[in-house]
Every structure is written in structure tokens, then in C-alpha cells.
């Protein structure tokens, strides 16, 4: 396989590439009639496919999909085989999917903003994992990267936190962006009262301290109690 000059694709399929070569090896029939026998891992378990020398490599090479293995085997036995986030991102793990996953599984694997950003998750996909606004601040998520999936006042809600938690802890604050414009619109879509003030209401000035202007010499002073020597 030739991976041309890119560092980046040669370090990401070089694995794959490795496989390959193993088992089109003239001495590892063995594993050649494994590679044939694909067809067949769909209907073995994980603990059958691991004893038969299947890797999680190998799994996603055949074109097995995530979902498929996911309502199969489950997220926590896919992890215990050796899934990781390269594979399954190879197998089609798609912002839906983040759904089946918990927030413990996301930590195994590794999944701050950045890299959960990989998989294209929309709102209403990252807000479906229950996580709070300071789990989510410490794996990275910020107002740039919440608005870059689509938040707006209707799919907040899914997150389950009050506005403040918004503002205070992801530093989202121009709520009028978002789609916060009159109070009915703003009930109809969950938010409290407290909620929709904090939205809709003004900010309040910030308050300024001025510098009393330096007196002008001969104005305002009184030129009777002046003594001319």
C-alpha cells in the first residue's frame, strides 16, 4: 500500500496495512480461512471471535457497522473486546450513536469536545447523554463549539440545566442569538420564568466611576478673599 508523503494517513491506516499483510501471508492459512469465514462473525460472539484471533481491526476491515454491532453486543462488551474510537469511527459511528453511549463509556474512551466533534453529533445528540454543563466545560465545550452544533432556545432544553448553568459555566450569554425573542415563545419551548428573565431582560449597566474634572484657574473662586501682596 502506498501512502504517498502524508505522515497523517500513513500513522492512521498503517494498522489496517498490517493486517493485511499478516494474513495474506502464504504460511497463516489459518487466519486466511478466518478472513473467508467473515460472513460468519455476524452470527458469533465477541468472547468466539477474540478466541479465533479476530482483532477489532480485522472486524471493521470486513465492513461490519457500528449500530449493528452496538444492538448486538452492547457498548460496554464492544469496549471490553478492544473497540476504541478509531474503529469505531471506521465502522460508522455517526452523531446518533452517541445516544446508546454513557457518559462513564465516553471518559473510557477518551471523548473530549474535539474528538467527540468526529462523529458530527447535532444538540439534540450530545444533550440525550444527561451530562451536566461542568462535565461538559471540562471535556472541552464552550459557547464557539455548542453554537458550531446548532443550540438554539428550542434544544437547550434537552440538556436539562437552567439558563445560568448556560452562562455561568459554558459562558453562553447573547441569548437573544439563540433565539430567545418573547416570553410566550420562550414557555412554549420549557423555560422557566427565572429563565426567560435572565434571557429577556436587559443587562444591567455597568456602573463607571468618573473622575471629578480639574478646577480651571480664575473660575468659579471667589477674588474677594484673594491678598495681594
Avoid at 459555566?169 to 435572565?198: E, M, N, P, Q
Wanted: glycine share 8%; net charge positive.
Amino acid at each position: 500500500m502506498d501512502y504517498g508523503n502524508d505522515p497523517l494517513i500513513s500513522s492512521r491506516y498503517a494498522q489496517e496495512h498490517q493486517t493485511a499483510a499478516e494474513i495474506t501471508k502464504p504460511t497463516r492459512t489459518a487466519l486466511i480461512d478466518t478472513v473467508r469465514d467473515r460472513l460468519a462473525w455476524s452470527k458469533r460472539t465477541l468472547v468466539q471471535l477474540k478466541d479465533n484471533g479476530v482483532t477489532p481491526e480485522m472486524l471493521v476491515a470486513s465492513g461490519v457497522k457500528w449500530d449493528a454491532l452496538q444492538r448486538k453486543h452492547g457498548v460496554d462488551a464492544l469496549l471490553d473486546y478492544g473497540m476504541r474510537w478509531r474503529h469505531m469511527l471506521r465502522a460508522g459511528f455517526r452523531g446518533t450513536s452517541l445516544r446508546a453511549v454513557t457518559p462513564a463509556q465516553m471518559v473510557q474512551l477518551g471523548l473530549n469536545a474535539t474528538r467527540t466533534l468526529e462523529c458530527r453529533p447535532s444538540a439534540a445528540d450530545l444533550g440525550s447523554l444527561g451530562m451536566s454543563a461542568v462535565q461538559l466545560r471540562d471535556a472541552g465545550w464552550n459557547d464557539d463549539l455548542m453554537r458550531a452544533i446548532g443550540i438554539n432556545y428550542r434544544n437547550m432544553t434537552d440538556f436539562g440545566w437552567p439558563l445560568k448553568d448556560w452562562a455561568t459555566t459554558l459562558g453562553v450569554t447573547d441569548f437573544r442569538s439563540l433565539g430567545f425573542d418573547t416570553y410566550a415563545s420562550c414557555a412554549t419551548a420549557g423555560w422557566t420564568r427565572a429563565d426567560i428573565k435572565l434571557a429577556l431582560e436587559p443587562a444591567a449597566p455597568v456602573a463607571q466611576t468618573v473622575q471629578p474634572a480639574a478646577p480651571v484657574l480664575g473660575k468659579g473662586l471667589d477674588m474677594s478673599r484673594i491678598k495681594f501682596i
